[in-house]
């Protein structure tokens, strides 16, 4: 597997917390702000991820305030990514992490808030090595750890977790 290059890394691929129904209209679809339980989702979830977290991190968010609302609870610098918008693809997404030159790869864990179904299909083509559609709760994370090991590419899960387990 390439897309991470040879530094070991983590990455957090973390699906935006509830935000209600969707919206028609891709202007409105992207103004859907959390509800209060997905607030509660995000918040729970940044501190159970901050309890682990090394200081520094690196944070990547889809445009949709959603996403940047949910990526805000961990009260880290977030950068907003065009390319975690909805609708992207696995290959949006392994583009904006652009590993190992991008300037995510000075940092060792990088968290990715985005959406369904493109994170799903991201984490099952890092650990099945063929994109599924795989399903991640709202305001769950996948933390996954890539490393060489013996001269090839490893990912492995280091944790998945709902919102209603942290």
């Given amino acids: 597997m390439e897309p991470f290059g040879t530094t070991d890394m983590d990455?957090?691929?973390w699906r935006h917390a509830d935000a209600g129904d969707a919206q028609p209209g891709l202007a409105a679809d992207l103004e859907r702000r959390l509800t209060e339980r997905g607030r509660k989702q995000a918040d729970r979830?940044?501190?159970w991820l901050l309890a682990r977290l090394p200081e520094r991190i690196s944070v990547l968010s889809s445009p949709a305030v959603r996403a940047r609302e949910t990526a805000a609870a961990l009260g880290a610098k977030v950068r907003i990514e065009p390319r975690l918008a909805p609708g992207a693809?696995?290959?949006d997404v392994l583009a904006a992490?652009?590993?190992p030159e991008g300037p995510e790869a000075r940092?060792?864990?990088v968290v990715i808030v985005g959406h369904q179904p493109t994170l799903g299909r991201l984490v099952s083509l890092l650990l099945s090595g063929s994109e599924a559609d795989w399903?991640?709760?709202k305001g769950a994370i996948w933390?996954?750890?890539t490393r060489q090991r013996e001269g090839f590419e490893q990912v492995v899960l280091r944790?998945?977790?709902a919102p209603d387990l942290a």
């Fill in 135 to 137: 399903s991640i709760r």
């Fill in 143 to 145: 933390w996954l750890s």
């Fill in 11 to 13: 990455l957090i691929v």
């Fill in 45 to 47: 979830m940044a501190r």
């Fill in 89 to 91: 693809d696995v290959a």
């Fill in 159 to 161: 944790a998945s977790i």
């Fill in 97 to 99: 992490l652009a590993w």
């Fill in 107 to 109: 940092v060792r864990h």
